[in-house]
């Protein structure tokens, strides 16, 4: 464990470097580990696409290890150019496993190339390429060019085993919502993290390897995953929901609710949003042979979904989600789903994150709505509430910055600053809110406006809760008891996030599970209470990173005006508006803080003094 490879895209060189394990136990991996490099190595001040920032690709302790359920992820951790945050960005497929068994914990990518490079890791040895015949190309073509070229070295029964990550068009043009995509139509979506790759030169990561994970316990893993795959098993969203649907069988539950939000958060119901829906989906485009094969490494609920389309519109490929679905469905008021399906084929193939994308699709049809977009500016597009012509055109123009794209790129926020409506961006720092209308979530609103990589469903998802019953059913209408139920999502969704696993093995185990597992995998006596205590310094650690770079706090701790002040016009949550201040200042009592900056007793109890020292320092640290 603790195994990084340091890649200076400017000098061309690598180093091969190894963390203590004190330092591994503190912040386990994944998002936790990389929030601390980036605060060691990172001045949070820096530009994103600056040369001094950096790219992390990190894997946990338990990524790849057979036997534990969902375990084939890895993240991307950088300052996000959307947002200006630490911003950590998950993904599934394959790619996450076989950078283990290639030899690699972490990969830090450092400074910008002067010409455009790939990166080839086999079995632990590391090549710099040139990637200028790639540059330009899509995702699929990208991974396709370089499986070609490597099964000319390495046969091609090997090379067909490569797994790559890459930019599309978008990353090289700076989108700012710009993915980093693996594995064909997986995806590291949210916060830009393919335009730090584009910033950078680096088009793509390869890798291939035979390692494999050791086990520190065999015999206690055994027991721990024997337990932990039964509860798999008994829940009914693991074991039933998630398999037979996909994550778009919320389609119909979340607008039943009355919280899909519909015309850029105008309503929570949809109309036709069984048109959309994973029944639909199923019935009518999923190929269920190819989808099992995309299923994610390691993988015992096989949510994933491929499908095909044929008609006006015609494609093939990874998904799309649920939040691909409300994104540029219930959203931009199209319940086209063969168009919603074709948008989503093309963000994976040109690199962007669709939930982003779709969000700020409906951002501009509020503004043309509004008279606020000059007609030149759409070259003749029809551009309005359900038009399935729109979303898919206006994905192709920005991920290629043509025209009103060029503005698109730059997110929500920023667009509608530009054309003098900024009441319209549906943003929490700068992130663009994803498919759940807050006004009938109170929770969730709590975790949206106080989520450190900006607007966030994951960081903690009081959906579960406050709408599905999981672990079980709370008032969804209710603030009272939601600022303890949020910090306890959170700190444990930080380590989930840090191990790395699914957090849809959260619908099935809790805190003692993912204790259970660490301790087994890496040998540490790891109780759930630490469990929480690292969740906190994740949590914790972020918010400095952040205030460091911006000044953080209780004015960005908030949510648009849209939630906070006009009730919702229909449906089950009709007449409730999000209220935040309810709950916020319990909150901070609860997290520690003051006026959403933690004191320097929270900080050092997490053993995080040298961040209390630094605030100080900067004059930032709260009184």
Request: with cysteine.
């Amino acid at each position: 464990m603790g195994k990084i490879l340091r890649v200076n895209l400017w000098t061309q060189k690598y180093y091969i470097e190894t963390l203590p394990e004190s330092v591994l136990r503190k912040w386990i991996g994944g998002r936790g580990l990389g929030v601390y490099l980036m605060l060691r190595e990172v001045d949070p001040r820096v530009d994103p696409f600056s040369p001094r920032n950096k790219a992390l690709v990190m894997t946990g302790p338990v990524t790849g290890v057979a036997g534990v359920p969902e375990a084939g992820r890895w993240c991307s951790v950088t300052k996000s150019p959307l947002t200006n945050t630490i911003h950590d960005s998950q993904s599934g497929g394959k790619f996450g496993p076989e950078l283990k068994f290639a030899g690699f914990d972490a990969i830090i990518v450092e400074d910008v190339s002067e010409k455009p490079v790939w990166i080839w890791i086999y079995d632990g040895k590391v090549e710099i390429r040139d990637a200028t015949h790639l540059w330009g190309k899509d995702v699929h073509a990208t991974t396709d060019m370089i499986k070609e070229e490597l099964a000319k070295e390495i046969g091609k029964d090997e090379a067909a085993q490569v797994k790559v990550a890459c930019i599309g068009p978008a990353g090289e043009n700076l989108v700012r919502f710009a993915a980093i995509m693996n594995d064909y139509n997986r995806a590291a979506g949210r916060g830009g993290h393919g335009a730090v790759w584009g910033s950078k030169k680096l088009k793509a990561i390869a890798v291939r390897g035979h390692m494999k994970p050791q086990i520190a316990k065999p015999d206690l893993f055994r027991e721990v995953v024997k337990k932990v795959v039964e509860k798999h098993k008994k829940s009914p969203v693991t074991a039933e929901g998630l398999p037979k649907l996909g994550t778009a069988i919320l389609v119909n539950i979340i607008n039943k609710a009355g919280i899909f939000p519909t015309r850029n958060f105008k309503t929570g119901v949809f109309p036709t949003a069984d048109k959309i829906s994973g029944e639909t989906l199923a019935e009518k485009y999923l190929d269920k042979k190819k989808a099992l094969e995309e299923s994610c490494w390691g993988c015992i609920i096989t949510c994933a979904r491929y499908t095909r389309i044929k008609g006006k519109w015609t494609g093939e490929g990874g998904g799309p989600e649920y939040e691909t679905i409300w994104a540029f469905g219930a959203q931009t008021g199209t319940d086209d789903l063969e168009a919603v399906c074709k948008a989503n084929y093309l963000c994976n193939e040109l690199g962007l994150d669709t939930i982003s994308m779709g969000h700020v699709i409906g951002t501009l049809m509020e503004l043309v709505e509004l008279g606020k977009i000059p007609k030149e500016k759409l070259r003749g597009l029809d551009v309005r509430w359900g038009s399935g012509e729109a979303i898919v055109e206006l994905t192709w123009r920005t991920a290629y910055r043509s025209g009103i794209g060029d503005d698109l790129a730059e997110g929500a926020k920023r667009l509608a600053e530009k054309y003098g409506a900024p009441e319209v961006a549906m943003v929490v720092r700068g992130q663009e809110l994803p498919a759940y209308d807050p006004r009938g979530a109170q929770g969730h609103g709590l975790g949206y406006a106080t989520s450190n990589r900006g607007g966030c469903h994951l960081r903690a998802y009081l959906i579960a809760p406050e709408v599905l019953g999981v672990p079980h059913l709370v008032d969804r209408f209710a603030t009272k008891g939601k600022p303890e139920l949020v910090k306890e999502f959170q700190d444990v969704f930080a380590v989930i996030d840090s191990m790395i696993v699914c957090k849809f093995s959260s619908f099935a185990i809790w805190d003692e599970d993912y204790a259970a597992i660490l301790t087994a995998v890496t040998g540490w006596d790891i109780s759930k209470e630490e469990v929480h205590k690292i969740g906190e310094r994740i949590w914790n650690a972020e918010r400095v990173f952040n205030i460091l770079s911006f000044g953080d706090g209780r004015e960005y701790d908030t949510l648009p005006k849209r939630l906070l002040e006009e009730p919702m016009p229909e449906g089950p949550a009709k007449g409730h508006v999000v209220r935040l201040q309810e709950m916020l200042d319990e909150y901070y009592k609860v997290r520690g803080w003051k006026d959403g900056r933690p004191t320097r007793a929270k900080l050092e109890e997490l053993d995080l003094k040298w961040l209390a020292d630094r605030l100080e320092e900067e004059g930032l640290l709260p009184g």
